[in-house]
């Protein structure tokens, strides 16, 4: 991690010398490839390590688009202008995609041996599950690292998958793009979560004020406050 974050500090001092295409070149080969290189071990892994990797990709990010370390708008300037994951959500993908190899015997055999569907089973009835293309999800006495052995989140991160994307019959190019537009969509959801919060938020603050304002018509600093709360909603919109 020190010699990624290193490479970001050096490809700063040079991007002035070099044009965009250059720029992005570079950060993929000395920082993305890097911090995306077996990032699928750090399934479950504490917060602590994911937020380390995310800053790498935060620096990277600025590298690319020429903005300043206190500048607004960085999880916007990741997600719709570089179309970059986060952290957790790039060891999602890697782990999802790692699934799907071995579902379609592109993995080595002692990975696959752990990706069986529930349709393997021998019952003498039939369940729902059958026909999703569901995978076995093992028993695990450690709670600390159990779920993070790839026989427990590699079944567990393909059955959170919709129906859509755990179709056997996809090819990978389409699977990948699908899998990516599906995380993305996590993003646009937040996003509008926060937005109609907000929102509601400021109404309430300007229904206070109104009544308080017909009550004391000389007092202004329910206004100041108003004003301010709405500067306050406009700077978050623009930072998500």
Not at 70 to 80: A, I, K, N, P, Q
Not at 97 to 120: D, E, I, M, W
Not at 178 to 202: G, N, P
Not at 222 to 235: D, G, Y
């Amino acid at each position: 991690m020190r010699v990624v974050s290193t490479s970001c500090d050096k490809l700063r001092c040079v991007t002035r010398s070099l044009d965009q295409d250059a720029v992005n070149t570079l950060v993929h080969a000395f920082v993305t490839t890097r911090v995306d290189y077996c990032c699928s071990l750090l399934i479950g892994s504490p917060k602590v390590i994911t937020d380390r990797l995310q800053r790498v990709l935060n620096a990277a990010a600025r590298v690319v688009t020429g903005t300043r370390k206190y500048d607004r708008g960085l999880t916007s300037l990741l997600h719709e202008q570089l179309h970059w994951l986060d952290m957790t959500d790039r060891i999602r993908y890697r782990l999802a995609v790692t699934v799907y190899n071995c579902l379609h015997g592109r993995a080595p055999t002692y990975l696959v041996q752990f990706c069986k569907p529930v349709a393997s089973l021998d019952r003498g009835y039939s369940l729902r599950s059958t026909n999703r293309n569901l995978l076995i999800i093992p028993r695990y006495k450690l709670t600390t690292y159990g779920p993070r052995a790839f026989a427990v989140a590699g079944p567990t991160i393909w059955n959170s998958l919709p129906d859509s994307l755990r179709n056997f019959n996809l090819s990978p190019l389409i699977f990948k793009r699908d899998l990516k537009t599906f995380l993305f969509s996590a993003y646009w959801r937040r996003c509008s979560a926060i937005e109609t919060m907000l929102l509601a938020l400021y109404k309430c603050y300007i229904y206070i004020y109104s009544a308080v304002l017909k009550l004391q018509p000389r007092d202004c600093s329910f206004k100041v406050a108003a004003i301010r709360l709405q500067f306050k909603v406009a700077a978050m919109r623009l930072q998500f």
